[in-house]
């Protein structure tokens, strides 16, 4: 039985495995933020050279796009899926030939980060750091149905991602986009059925979900979605999160923004942890092309947007070192934290949710009823 599931594995893999040869030669691809270029390495310099937390090509140690996805153009689910499929199943080949030992465990994506960058991330300094908050800001206020589930989510995390902090971001990230597209959707029904509409709201969390896009991105050019089984693990409790959210919202939108006020605050405490056990080494690193574009674009009206407790244009953080980033990414987890709370308190006792672009607009026009308009018609109960 297990020689035939060996042999299923190789089939699978055939096309991928062709370029590793029994030489210990193994074929290499880095990505840069302009080009894509690949470099034979032997096994010896892998194993030396490219763990050093500083790189010598510090412009090609991230990777131009994720590991997801197959297709340059929209087309139906079918074909996506089909393709999807076939690429998913040559990955779970090579981790199967890995796990068994057939072939290296350093193929391709993982050669380089984020094992190789020499970054950590204590799991007991992170629960350190929550009873820190919690002893100075008090806890977030939560059923005890979502503390228990809250509690099980960071155990699991702490035994699956030990160890490895960028795989565990990009897990997060993968999680964290999920309640903005749960809240959009049951927004779009409420106003599908004419029960209220909330334009405001809608935007904000829109722009919310870009925010998370954008992390997600950083992690994956830094290889934190190499690995088969955390891209399964993370796709799949990620459709789960959202059909669970979808029912938690429709009986009750606060519970679900407390749930995600819990979650958005052990973000801040994981990232500031990482950032206080790595400072040196992040600061010696690069940013990536793909924060640089979203932290220092001439556009930046959406990440303005869902930061409701700052004045729009407040904000523009530096991105120039790898430590940049990451503290830029844990005051976006912190922003996203007041959000959640204002939401809540506008699903219980109205308290108008706005995005930081409207008093702008409210000043320009300097008309009451134009400030009326933007202000509560946008955010009504319908007939």
Known sequence: MLEKLLLLL???????????????????????????????????????????PIAEDPDSIYFEKGFGGGSNKPASAFILGSKFFVKQSKALGL?????????????????????????????????????????RDGRVETNAVARKLYDVGCYVLDELFTDRPIARFWFLETIARIPYFTYVSMLHLYESFGWWRGVQ??????????????????????GGDAIWSDRFLGYHIAIGYYWALIVVFFFSPAVAYEFMELLESHAVDTYSTFLNENEEELKKLPAPAVAKSYYTSDDLYLFDDFQVSKKAGSRRPSCDTLYDVFQNICEDEAEHVKTMVACQDYARVGKLVESPHVPAMKRKTGSKKDEEDWGSRNDEMQP
Do not use: C, W
């Open 95 to 135: 981790q199967g030939l890995a796990n068994v030992g057939l072939i290296g465990r350093d193929l391709n994506r993982e050669v380089i980060a984020p094992q190789k960058l020499g970054l950590t991330l204590s799991n007991q300094a992170v629960k350190d750091a929550e009873v820190r908050r919690e002893a």
């Open 201 to 222: 709201l809608r935007k904000v969390h829109n722009a919310e979900e870009y925010n998370e896009l954008h992390h997600l991105l950083i992690m994956e050019a830094l």
């Open 10 to 52: 190789a089939i699978l893999s055939l096309t991928s495995v062709t370029s590793f040869q029994s030489t210990g030669i193994r074929h290499v691809q880095y990505a840069n933020p302009s080009k894509l270029r690949s470099q034979t390495v032997k096994d010896e310099e892998i194993s030396e050279e490219s763990t050093r």
